[in-house]
């Protein structure tokens, strides 16, 4: 069984940067896409970019484009989402999550099942 869980959020000042790690247990993740997604509280919960099991990326959020950068180390059995140029309006609860079936490539659209959800890791962007 997958289990995911998120480390590395943190309290930031406008314009700082953090990266998130998403490490897998259970699962050898060299096949396997994961996404990463946030949610602010009260709200539904977003879609920010999916890798593939070799590394290919999917945006599903266009604000992270030219900030946010989705990478893949697969001898750690770890994703990580590195964040640039953050802005109070990236203050989120973070999660990890793979398509149900755990299919290698990512799904075009954030809007399919996911499931293996990690507890979350908090980011707060202080302006």
């Known amino acids: 069984q997958l289990r995911l869980v998120e480390s590395g959020g943190d309290r930031v000042p406008t314009g700082g940067s953090l990266k998130l790690s998403c490490t897998a247990s259970?699962?050898?993740?060299?096949?396997?896409?994961i996404g990463w997604f946030r949610q602010v509280p009260g709200m539904g919960r977003e879609g920010v970019s999916c890798?593939?099991?070799?590394?290919?990326?999917?945006e599903y959020l266009d604000s992270m484009k030219g900030r946010f950068t989705i990478s893949r180390d697969n001898a750690k059995n770890t994703v990580y989402l590195q964040m640039d140029s953050l802005e109070p309006e990236d203050t989120a609860v973070y999660y990890c999550?793979?398509?149900?079936?755990?299919?290698?490539?990512?799904?075009?659209?954030?809007?399919?099942?996911?499931?293996?959800w990690g507890p979350g890791t908090p980011v707060t962007v202080s302006s």
């Open positions: 999550a793979a398509p149900v079936h755990l299919p290698p490539r990512c799904p075009e659209s954030q809007y399919v099942a996911w499931a293996y």
């Open positions: 259970g699962v050898v993740l060299d096949f396997h896409a």
């Open positions: 890798i593939g099991h070799s590394g290919e990326s999917t």
